[in-house]
């Protein structure tokens, strides 16, 4: 059983590996994005949010569920990278 335990964390410290990378690639792709926004309505006034959860989501339920635990964990991800996004556009812009 203990040999168990330890196949399924080092699986679960594979999948983390993957994620960080992930999302420090994420983090880069937007820190590009920002570069062509120009006002605090750029960042926050566009529908991408909504396609980009409706995006996840769907996603979610083809690769088998968990889709509300899914869009949540995105939510805090958008909302973490929005503020970043606020915070470069308002040094840029004093």
Do not use: F, W
């Not at 594979?14 to 750029?42: A, G, P, Q």
């Not at 991408?48 to 968990?66: F, M, Q, S, W, Y």
């Not at 899914?70 to 840029?92: A, C, G, H, N, P």
Request: charged share 35%; net charge negative.
């Amino acid at each position: 059983m203990k040999e168990e335990l330890e196949a399924v964390r080092a699986e679960i410290d594979n999948i983390d590996n993957i994620i960080v990378d992930s999302l420090v690639k994420r983090i880069n792709c937007v820190l590009k994005v920002v570069k062509y926004k120009t006002s605090e309505e750029d960042v926050i006034g566009c529908d991408r949010v909504k396609i980009v959860l409706d995006k996840v989501r769907n996603k979610a339920i083809e690769a088998g569920g968990h889709e509300e635990m899914i869009v949540e964990i995105y939510k805090q991800i958008i909302d973490v990278l929005t503020d970043m996004q606020l915070e470069i556009l308002r040094s840029r812009n004093e």
